[in-house]
């Protein structure tokens, strides 16, 4: 399986490995005199005077690593505009590698709220790796700050200790289906996508909405997770089937392998290719090159967003780390939004009085456009139909407008 290319990490100028972060922030506490963890306790024990420890879990190896990275950015950039500190707060990040999936991801993750105590723990990309955390956060009253994991099942029921900046998986499929169906014309379509809880919830999502208006499928192929290389003999299934459009999700290193042999089999001109968006997100998208000219895609960012808040925000990313930023970056940014709403409002910074305080933060001035919460902890949003378009001599997802949902 290939990686992502290494240009992309080679342009990065300030990014700080998360560990050399977590070293930074102590650095930052000790050069101002924060309080010690030994004196006062830990943010997880609520101490209030202190530094507030926060988690930072994301993938830093394996097919997701490149999203971990966008995601360590834009949190970093949140921290740097508002020197270093959420809610008035000193804050000491203590980072996890979530790996590639949940036998790396749940061990990792649970550490720092077992061992290390931190007050509310930011991160996880992966569905089946949040799915087998979940328990571990409400029973032990810790928040967890989705950050990019969409399943469906970590909001529904919601949790006082579950929270997602990102999406859920069924909305993102969802929100494309009428248009593609209406785009087809009756034409079928085939299905497909990672063979874990994320690419099946963002099938279904697509399906559900896709048929109820009209839409015909060809056929379905579930591809295995993180193992998949060659996608030939799926691709051979398209063409036999008289599919004219196939949808999928893949995101990192997947997508990348997907597009480029989706378009070297021959398909890119005949088979309109559709996905959530990940499939042609940041690092993807440069390794994809010209193989993903044309794909469209659902989701609720893209870089090339007009608007005076996107703006800005790309200007600050580009500034510091020297690419554009994705959907990665700006759930993670956001995240850090969500929290310096909460940490300035607690009683105290347990993670129960995180918890407590999350419940009253109110509008999020984000990238995407502002956002708040909706009654399950997701962001109520709105979705657009990209596409992958050459702008300015540059490959980028055009936003061709905003969905129906
Ligand atoms: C997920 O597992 O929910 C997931 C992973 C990567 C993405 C999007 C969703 O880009």
Redesign the pocket.
Known sequence: MSALPAGRGARRTRGLAPTALAAASLLMLAACGGGSLSEGGGGGEGDDSGPVKIGLALPLSGV?SS?GEDMEQGFQLYLDENEDQLGGRDIEIISADEGETPQTGVPATTKLVTQDQVSAVVGI????TALGLKDTFVQSEVPLIIA????DDLTTPPSPYIWRTSFT?GQVGEALGAAVAEELGGDPIYLMAAD???GHESVDGFRESFTAAGGKIAGEAFTPFGTTSDWQPYLNKVRSSGAKAVYVFY??AEAVNFVKQYDAFGLGDNIQLYG?G?LT?GGALDAQGKSALGVRTSLHYSNLLDSERNAQFVEAYEAAYNEPPTVYAVQAYDAAAVLDQAIESAESTDGAGLAEALEGVGEIDSPRGTWSFDENHNPDQPYYQREVQEVDGVLGNAVLGELEQ
């Open positions: 997701y999203l990309v992966n569905s089946a990019n994991a969409g399943a998986n874990y809880a994320a995101a990192g959530a990940f997100e």
